[in-house]
């Protein structure tokens, strides 16, 4: 946490589909000093980015979706506008970094 300058975490470790460990630590919110606990909220952001990606392209190996293909082949009632949209498109679209 010093290293990366991760003011807070919350830890869970998982065997056997139980949970053997869950430990918080470090600062939830820096301005107000409010410690993490195990109901601290943290934000996301743009984590599920990888999870998407990873999720598009193991579809993409069980031949269940192609890039190539536009997106109302898997949608329905989309609009007429978006139709021609590639998953391809949309994906990259989706992985792109924000603007800031």
Known sequence: MMERKIPG???AVIQNGKIILSKSYGIANLQDNIP??????FPINSN???FTGVA????????KIKLNDPISK???????EWQKITVDQ???R???APKR
């Open 9 to 11: 975490v919350q830890l």
């Open 74 to 80: 898997y949608l329905d009632d989309i609009p007429v």
């Open 90 to 92: 949309l994906f990259a």
């Open 94 to 96: 989706h992985l792109q």
């Open 48 to 50: 599920t980015k990888v």
């Open 36 to 41: 993490v606990s195990n109901t601290t909220i």
């Open 56 to 63: 598009v392209m193991q579809l993409v190996e069980q031949d």
